[in-house]
């Protein structure tokens, strides 16, 4: 369903954007995987490239300019000239209570989740305001707690409910001449390194400080989960990218400016732990 086309996914080295790269690949997708972990970006490229794929990996901090134009350039060079899909997927969550959030905290996150995003689409703008007849789209990956709001996650709802904005503008000004798609897939229990119970990983920030994964009681003690999940299951991985495929396929060519969300059923949100100010497990959704 991608043959032909060339495509920027941002944090693809594991979880969610590792599968969706895969998945892109098996469809005829020359793959960019953009991370900062190197020995991920190479191993999740080296996986595409034996499978009869073609991907590369760019190693860089999607939140400093330089890296950004250096991401568009290796992809342009890796794309024969031409970029046809972004799916902006970088991101984690670095959580407190609204009283406990210092600015270093909130300044990181909007800048991961909301201008870092902004920054690589202004960067490829002249790829995609193009009128050649071939398909452009732009996945902004963002979570139902932008949709919701979550306790203990102000800085991340807003940054994740930012990008609805974006996409939705995104949609406006390129889709009329240029024909370019723009769409958000908000996601709610998908199970990743950062959805899961601690177990010693760490997210390791531009200025070399550890934030350590994983929330209390994650999705890995599924059981506690699936009550409120019409399917009954967590998501994984492969149920993200396969969603993400969908929205930039063809058989989406009519559907732009929307958000898509994961795991959702009714008014039914999933919940998971976070700790307040004494130390007292209580709720947030996912």
């Not at 998945?23 to 499978?51: H, L, M, P, W, Y």
């Not at 898509?260 to 009714?266: E, H, L, N």
Request: proline share 3%; net charge neutral.
């Amino acid at each position: 369903m991608l043959a032909g086309q060339t495509a920027i996914i941002t944090g693809g080295a594991q979880g969610i954007g590792a599968e969706t790269a895969i998945i892109f690949a098996r469809e005829g997708c020359k793959v960019i995987i953009a991370d900062i972990d190197a020995a991920k970006a190479d191993k999740t490229a080296q996986v595409i490239n034996s499978e009869g794929g073609a991907a590369i990996a760019v190693v860089g901090d999607i939140t400093r300019n330089e890296d950004i134009s250096n991401l568009v350039q290796k992809a342009i060079e890796f794309g024969g000239g031409k970029l046809h899909i972004i799916v902006n997927n970088a991101g984690y969550a670095w959580d407190d209570p609204i009283e406990m959030i210092q600015d270093k905290q909130w300044d990181t996150i909007i800048s991961l989740h909301n201008t870092a995003p902004f920054k690589l689409i202004r960067a490829a703008a002249p790829y995609f305001m193009v009128k050649d007849g071939e398909p452009r789209s732009i996945i902004n990956v963002s979570s139902t707690s932008g949709i919701y709001g979550n306790a203990g996650q102000a800085s991340y709802a807003l940054a994740k409910a930012g990008l609805v904005g974006l996409t939705k503008t995104v949609a406006q000004e390129w889709g009329p001449e240029y024909g370019v798609r723009a769409n958000t897939v908000a996601f709610g229990a998908i199970k990743t390194r950062l959805t899961q119970a601690p177990s010693g990983e760490f997210v390791v920030r531009p200025d070399g400080t550890k934030h350590a994964v994983g929330f209390h009681g994650g999705y890995d003690e599924e059981e506690k989960w699936v009550g409120d999940i019409p399917l009954r299951r967590i998501g994984t991985p492969t149920d993200a990218g396969r969603a993400i495929l969908a929205m930039v396929s063809p058989l989406f060519s009519y559907v732009t400016g929307q958000v898509s969300q994961a795991i959702i059923c009714g008014e039914k949100i999933l919940t998971a732990g976070f700790l307040d100010t004494h130390g007292k497990a209580k709720s947030k959704r996912s």
